[in-house]
């Protein structure tokens, strides 16, 4: 069985300060990950990913996550958040062998101007 | 390139009535995803297509609840008779898939369908 854990449910920052959205996850073979973000009303929309390759990737509007196998992380980083940043964050992982993408509960964030 | 269509956006209803949720994927996706997600929580996957065939289906429960994609691309989930759980926001997703030779692994969501039952 594969999940997620985001063990924060709220963060909050102040505009230009870093931001960070921590994701832990247990998956029993190699993992794909994955962050998207949630306005109100809207859709999730998709932010970035880990596939393979460099532990550091790099995704839509300066956010960065980073892939820690020893520690099973793969927390979401902005060097300077904006008020625009406040949305709802999931971080999802799936087995490479299988389609199921496993969701975590979210995370909202909240930059205070 | 459009996104994901759905439609309804807003759905209300009283228990016991009968409801259905429509879907437009991206152009040229053959895989095809169902989910639900209550209040507070993140999205749990109901049924997956690979073009018109459900390959997954095991979290769908199928006393209830029923979805077809007859012609591989748009697709509709229903609800028959719906409960007072039911309510929730319902989401499609779509991304291409392993057939397509084009190795992508991210999904795309379409806006949802918040449904209320009364």
């Known amino acids: 069985a594969q999940s997620v854990a985001q063990p924060e449910d709220q963060v909050n920052v102040a505009e230009g300060n870093p931001l960070t959205v921590k994701c832990t996850y247990s998956v029993s073979g190699n993992p794909y990950l994955f962050w998207y973000v949630q306005y109100p009303n809207r859709g999730l929309q998709f932010l970035l990913k880990?596939?393979?390759?460099?532990?550091l990737v790099k995704g839509s509007y300066g956010f960065e996550a980073e892939f820690n196998k020893s520690q099973t992380s793969f927390h979401l980083k902005k060097p300077s958040a904006l008020v625009s940043d406040s949305a709802l964050y999931f971080c999802?992982?799936?087995?490479?062998?299988?389609?199921?993408?496993?969701f975590g509960a979210g995370t909202t964030v909240t930059v205070r101007a | 390139e459009a996104g994901v269509v759905q439609s309804p956006r807003y759905k209300i209803i009283e228990k016991k009535q009968p409801v259905a949720f429509w879907c437009n994927p991206i152009s040229g996706h053959n895989t095809l995803y169902w989910y639900r997600q209550n209040l507070g929580q993140g999205p749990e996957l109901l049924i997956r297509y690979e073009n018109e065939e459900a390959v997954d289906d095991s979290q769908l429960p199928k006393d209830r609840f029923s979805a077809e994609r007859l012609k591989g691309v748009d697709s509709t989930l229903k609800i028959q008779p719906a409960e007072l759980g039911d309510s929730a926001v319902y989401l499609c997703a779509s991304s291409l898939g392993s057939t397509s030779g084009t190795a992508t692994y991210e999904q795309y969501f379409g806006p949802g369908t918040r449904l209320t039952v009364t």
């Open positions: 999802a992982v799936r087995d490479i062998k299988d389609y199921k993408l496993s």
């Open positions: 880990y596939i393979t390759g460099d532990n």
